[in-house]
């Protein structure tokens, strides 16, 4: 298995409070993504990181930050938490951005609900 | 954007039986992956295709690269109760760069045994 953690594997938070779920690997890969997943949507990309310090949006970016600071460590937050983002959200880690060469493995999800 | 339609939404077969599914696009893509996800746990790679016509098994498993670059084919034979799950085919859009990925909708897999 790639050497992928999420943390913590469920929360349950209340509407309007921060949240921030952390990505962290040990594979020293550069490319590092956090997507969520909803029934009849399947996998959405929400941002993605391409080195330290360096984001970008994604498709479903909008109440969602992230912060890279470390290779291995990709942090996502909720600034305030609202019930259409309960959901569950994988972590994706690739070694290579090339179109051709771009494996993603995905860590085990967390498990979010916003009440 | 582009999209990727899978078919069929879900299947639900007997144990031993073949299981194929595709994946369709309007746009031509230079990668499909298929994916395997596991109830409670994160999607697994099966199968990377990188070339058009390519074929390429992994045990019980084969896929295909279509030669229109649109599609790709995912094959189960005698499939088995551990295959259930979510199939999903995912590949790069529009020149994928930073190596942005995406994903089809998913193939719900039901086997009785």
């Known amino acids: 298995d790639a050497g992928i953690t999420q943390s913590p594997r469920h929360k349950v938070t209340e509407t309007g409070t921060p949240v921030t779920l952390r990505c962290h690997q040990t594979e020293n890969h550069r490319y590092m993504y956090w997507y969520r997943q909803d029934p009849g949507h399947g996998l959405r990309l929400i941002h993605y990181s391409y080195g330290v310090k360096d984001t970008d949006k994604g498709e479903v970016s909008d109440g969602y930050s992230v912060s890279r600071s470390k290779t291995e460590d990709f942090l996502l937050t909720l600034e305030s938490a609202t019930s259409s983002q309960t959901s569950v959200y994988f972590c994706?880690?690739?070694?290579?951005?090339?179109?051709?060469?771009?494996?993603?493995?995905f860590g085990a999800g967390t498990r979010l609900s916003v009440l | 954007g582009q999209q990727l339609n899978q078919s069929p939404q879900s299947m639900f077969i007997q144990e031993g039986e073949d299981v194929s599914m595709n994946c369709t696009s309007s746009s031509i893509f230079n990668t499909w992956l298929w994916y395997k996800q596991d109830p409670g746990e994160g999607p697994v790679l099966l199968i990377a295709?990188?070339?058009?016509?390519e074929l390429t098994s992994n045990g019980r498993l084969t896929a295909q690269f279509g030669i229109t670059r649109k599609d790709s084919f995912l094959n189960i034979s005698a499939s088995i109760p551990s295959d259930v799950g979510i199939y999903f085919c995912?590949?790069?859009?529009?020149?994928?760069?930073?190596?942005?990925?995406?994903f089809g909708k998913g193939t719900k897999l039901s086997v009785k045994p």
């Open positions: 995912a590949g790069p859009p529009g020149g994928g760069s930073q190596g942005n990925l995406i």
């Open positions: 295709l990188y070339k058009a016509g």
């Open positions: 994706a880690i690739s070694e290579s951005g090339s179109p051709t060469k771009n494996i993603q493995y």
